[in-house]
Nanobody, 116 residues
Framework: QVQLVESGGGLVQAGGSLRLSCTAS????????MSWFRQAPGKEREFVAT????????YYADSAKGRFTISRDNAKNTVYLQMSRLNPEDTAVYYC?????????WGQGTQVTVSS
């Protein structure tokens, strides 16, 4: 089992920035690919970004490219999502996920609200 706790969400004005954090416990963090997803009201959960466990390569949804940066600190068992140039369409609950061998663990989510 992997336990994930997100933090860093909040209310921000359009054009602003936020940094989300997700701290893991329970298993060897460095063995897991880490991802961020989000779910807006009335919509399905969607992929935002992922970072590999092996070489920290990254991949982003088109909506996140150029504005969001995912990173990880294995010594702190933490993955980050730096978000900039936020707009109201980014309003959602953001979830982190840890994946290994097809098994995915989820955090409880953190709310991000972007006002216009």
């Amino acid at each position: 089992q992997v336990q994930l706790v997100e933090s860093g969400g909040g209310l921000v004005q359009a054009g602003g920035s936020l940094r989300l954090s997700c701290t893991a416990s329970g298993r060897t963090f460095s063995n897991y690919a880490m991802s961020w997803f989000r779910q807006a009201p009335g919509k399905e959960r969607e992929f935002v970004a992922t970072i590999s466990w092996s070489d920290s390569s990254t991949y982003y949804a088109d909506s996140a490219k150029g504005r969001f940066t995912i990173s990880r600190d294995n010594a702190k068992n933490t993955v980050y999502l730096q978000m900039s140039r936020l707009n109201p369409e980014d309003t959602a609950v953001y979830y982190c996920a840890a994946t290994r061998s097809g098994v995915k663990y989820w955090g409880q989510g953190t709310q991000v609200t972007v006002s216009s």
